[in-house]
């Protein structure tokens, strides 16, 4: 793995004592304490393979109350806590620093649903419940939890909200955020906040939760959620469309929603790079249409009312709605999935990409933003901006596009090492996100900042913005041991 960065932020270096060691232990049992190099590597090992950091130990709680006992010994000692869920995350903010000294904490073992309320739409989990296991959990009791994501097998929801996740249904459900009524949260004194309410209104002063939310687990640790849960989907209609160009691929959404009588439910765009990386690498997925064009649409429309016999369902009205559309021009090509099986291929190589990538090679991706109509200018400019400085590198650009966010891809040249990528990483980083700074997007749409743009953060937010932020972390983890050296410097 590459070196991490040469300017490693300072960070809290105290060793863990035989004495620290032994009252970790005490607290977790043996089952939840790892300290051999073996064992702890998955943990101190990102997604990517590309960052490895240093922990003194692996510390897996079984509780809230056990977390707490944990920080609480970590801030008495000044031992730093880096928390960990599933380790999916894309931006090293669940990796330590090579210069960490202190725990890895992970929720892994608190993965207990403690109650589902179909009644009331709502569900009360740990933290370290498995994303995939709460949608089935959900889709049990007839509801549905609309946060999906292609690491949704490993993911953990404690991780899901703590870099407030996005994934393919943000443009009707919103952000994890949005699907949040109440936390637990251990702080960094090992305090316990319980704003565990299944509320919908609780106007009593600072929304305390959404500060936790998007964190990246600098400000505390999320031990429980109560989760808002909507009606199961019942009527599901999955396309594939070749589109004109991206500019078609925002007209064809934006008449979507009246056509689909406002149940657009995603809406991702793929380049034909991208979707012949997936179908070199992974295997199993098939090609939906033989149309070979550079843009392709996966639509997917859902209503909660079953198909009525005799009445239009959500198919019929995809299906009049793509004829329209391929008579306006703006669609060349169309398949709508007949099958189970047909819409999860379609699914499996939108999901498959981040793995595809990682198989394909040495890359550079960039989650951005920008204002939704400003899409197509936004990918003809950065592609540009990035070919002028390594011409032969192979854009492989995607998205959400309905939320304005583009996984903007870059393969390396053909034959050329990670090292040598590396070395025009930082240029062209500087020209795509000054691109999306002078078009008032984000750097950062949905992973978040962790370590990897933890230098691009304090570049392009304002003074005031820093001051805020530094000004809350500084409030509620004075010692600087919450993940320290992620999202800011400091
Ligand atoms: P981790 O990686 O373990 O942690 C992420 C961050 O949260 C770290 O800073 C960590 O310290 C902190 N943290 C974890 N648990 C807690 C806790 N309980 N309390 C406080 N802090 C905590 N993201 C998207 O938004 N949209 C996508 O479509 C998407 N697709 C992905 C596809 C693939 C194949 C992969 C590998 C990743 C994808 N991601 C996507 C990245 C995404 O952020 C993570 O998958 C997920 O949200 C993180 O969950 P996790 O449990 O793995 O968290």
Request: net charge negative; hydrophobic share 40%; glycine share 10%.
């Amino acid at each position: 793995p590459a070196a991490i960065s040469s300017s490693e932020p300072i960070i809290p270096t105290t060793l863990l004592t035989a004495q620290i060691r032994d009252a970790l232990r005490a607290i977790v049992g043996e089952k939840g304490f790892i300290e051999d190099k073996h064992g702890k590597q998955p943990f101190v090992t990102d997604w990517r393979g590309l960052l490895v950091g240093g922990a003194g130990a692996v510390v897996r709680p079984a509780s809230t109350e056990e977390v707490s006992q944990v920080v609480r010994l970590c801030h008495e000692h000044g031992v730093a806590i880096v928390p960990q869920g599933g380790n999916t995350g894309l931006m090293g903010g669940a990796t330590p620093w090579p210069a960490h000294t202190g725990i890895v904490l992970s929720l892994g073992r608190m993965n207990r649903v403690i109650d589902v309320d179909p009644v009331g739409y709502a569900m009360t989990v740990e933290a370290g419940c498995v994303l995939q296991t709460l949608q089935e959990t959900a889709a049990e009791h007839d509801r549905f939890l609309p946060l999906s994501l292609g690491a949704q097998g490993s993911c953990m929801i404690g991780g899901n909200l703590s870099t407030n996740a996005g994934g393919v249904q943000v443009l009707r459900y919103g952000n994890a955020r949005n699907l949040v009524l109440g936390l637990e949260v251990v702080l960094a004194n090992g305090d316990v906040w319980d704003g565990l309410r299944a509320l919908k209104k609780d106007n009593t002063g600072y929304d305390l939760k959404h500060l936790f939310m998007g964190a990246e687990g600098t400000l505390g640790i999320i031990t429980k959620a109560v989760l808002k849960l909507w009606p199961a989907p019942k009527d599901v209609c999955t396309s594939w469309l070749a589109v004109r160009d991206p500019r078609a691929a925002l007209e064809i959404l934006s008449e979507a929603h009246a056509a689909s009588e406002d149940n657009v439910g995603s809406c991702e765009l793929m380049s034909r790079s991208a979707i012949d990386m997936v179908l070199r690498h992974i295997p199993g997925t098939q090609d939906p249409l033989k149309a070979n064009t550079p843009w392709y649409l996966l639509l997917e429309w859902s209503s909660a009312r079953a198909r009525q016999d005799g009445t239009e369902g959500m198919s019929e009205k995809m299906e009049q709605f793509l004829a329209d559309q391929l008579e306006a021009g703006r669609v060349l090509d169309a398949a709508i999935a007949q099958t189970g099986n047909q819409s999860r291929n379609m699914w499996r190589i939108r999901e498959s990409v981040a793995e595809a990538q990682r198989a394909e090679g040495p890359g550079l991706s960039f989650d951005v933003s920008v204002a939704i109509s400003r899409i197509p200018e936004f990918i003809d400019k950065g592609i540009k901006a990035v070919l002028d400085i390594l011409p032969s590198i192979r854009p492989y650009p995607l998205g959400h596009i309905g939320d304005g966010n583009l996984h903007f891809s870059f393969m390396g040249p053909k034959g050329m090492d990670q090292p040598t990528l590396t070395q025009y990483k930082g240029a062209i980083t500087r020209a795509v996100n000054d691109l999306i700074a002078s078009m008032g997007g984000s750097i950062s749409a949905e992973h978040g900042i962790g370590m990897d743009k933890l230098d691009e953060l304090s570049h392009y937010r304002s003074k005031t913005e820093l001051d805020i932020m530094r000004t809350i972390k500084r409030a509620l983890d004075p010692q600087n041991i919450m993940n320290p050296g992620k999202v800011l410097r400091l």
